[in-house]
């Protein structure tokens, strides 16, 4: 079994930046996928970013802008997220997530999240304008 846990999560004001961890216990040697997904309320969850473990490849929301970075450590047992320059827009729940599937598809196709099998609770973003 695997388990999440992310931290990092607060209250910034806009233009702030805010870094959020993952930290991913259990068996990690076949993990594929590592991402980042966020869900505002009465919003459909949506994805982040994802980095695939194996080359380090990754793909991101187009309306992040390029203000986001998503990196791992290589054992796979800590995911990050630096958020910069944030919106009020990114205001939500941030969810880390790792999967040992999809060993075929790309990081953007995983964007949205079905094929990822672990998911950690979650970790609150709040931005003020």
């Known amino acids: 079994q695997v388990q999440l846990v992310e931290s990092g999560g607060g209250s910034v004001q806009a233009g702030g930046s805010l870094g959020l961890s993952c930290v991913v216990s259990g068996y990690t040697y076949s993990t594929t996928f590592m991402g980042w997904f966020r869900q505002a309320p009465r919003k459909e969850r949506e994805g982040v970013a994802v980095i695939d473990t194996r080359t380090g490849t990754t793909a991101y929301a187009d309306s992040l802008k390029g203000r986001f970075t998503i990196s791992r450590d290589n054992a796979k047992t800590t995911l990050w997220l630096q958020m910069n320059s944030l919106e009020s827009e990114d205001t939500a729940m941030y969810y880390c997530?790792?999967?040992?599937?999809?060993?075929?598809?790309?990081?953007?196709?995983?964007?949205?999240?079905?094929?990822?099998?672990?998911w950690g609770q979650g970790t609150q973003v709040t931005v003020s304008s």
């Open positions: 997530a790792t999967t040992d599937r999809a060993l075929w598809k790309t990081p953007a196709s995983l964007l949205s999240g079905n094929d990822f099998r672990y």
